[in-house]
C-alpha cells in the first residue's frame, strides 16, 4: 500500500512541476503538498525538518532562475532597466501567453516576453537596434536557462520527497 501512496504522491507532485514551466510557483505548491502529507499523511513518513529542507530547495530554485535571467541579460548587454523589462516582459508573456496551447502557450509567451521587454526597455532607452536586440537574446536565453534550473530543483524535490516517503515504510 505504500508503494502506491508513494507512486500518487510523485504523480501530484509531478503534476506541480509542470506549472513552473507556466510561470507559476509549481516548486512552492509542491511543499504545500508536502506540508499536507505531513499533517494528514501516515505517521512519521515525511516530517516538518524534511519540509524545511525542500523549502530550501525551492528558494534555490527562485535564486536560479532569477540569477539566470539576471546573468544572460548582463552577458547579451542589457542595463539595468533593460533586465527588469526583460523581467516584467517575461511575466506578462506568461500570462498573455497561459489560454494558447491548452497553457503551453505561456512557455513561449514568458520566453518572448523576456525578448520583448528587454528590447523595448533598451531601445527606450537610445540604445541602436544591432545592441538591444544582442541585449534581448541575452534575456531570453537566461530566461530559459532560469526555467530549466528552477525545473530541475523542483524534479529534485519530487525525487527526494517519494523516496524518503516510500523508504520510511519499511
Known amino acids: 500500500m505504500s508503494l502506491i501512496l508513494g507512486l500518487v ?3 501530484v507532485l509531478f503534476s506541480l512541476l509542470w506549472l513552473n514551466l507556466l510561470s507559476l510557483p509549481g516548486n512552492w505548491l509542491m511543499l504545500g503538498v508536502l506540508a499536507l502529507v505531513v499533517v494528514l499523511g501516515p505517521e512519521g513518513r515525511l516530517t516538518w ?4 529542507y525542500m523549502g ?6 527562485e535564486l536560479i532562475e532569477l ?10 548587454g542589457a542595463s539595468g532597466a533593460g533586465n527588469f523589462g526583460g523581467i516584467v516582459g517575461s511575466i506578462a508573456g ?6 494558447f496551447g491548452l497553457g ?5 509567451g514568458a520566453l518572448a516576453g523576456a525578448w520583448i521587454g528587454c528590447f523595448a526597455v533598451e531601445r527606450l532607452r537610445q540604445e541602436s537596434h544591432q545592441k538591444a536586440a544582442e541585449a534581448a537574446w541575452g534575456a531570453f536565453w537566461g530566461r530559459t ?26
Open 104 to 108: 503551453l502557450g505561456s512557455i513561449a
Open 9 to 11: 504522491l510523485g504523480l
Open 56 to 61: 530550501l530547495l525551492a528558494i534555490l530554485g
Open 67 to 76: 540569477g539566470a535571467q539576471l546573468i544572460g541579460g548582463k552577458r547579451g
Open 145 to 170: 536557462l532560469g526555467l530549466v534550473g528552477k525545473s530541475a530543483t523542483g524534479a529534485a524535490i519530487i525525487v527526494l520527497s517519494v523516496t524518503k516517503f516510500i523508504s520510511q515504510a519499511a
Open 94 to 99: 506568461a500570462i498573455l501567453g497561459a489560454p
Open 49 to 52: 525538518a524534511f519540509v524545511g
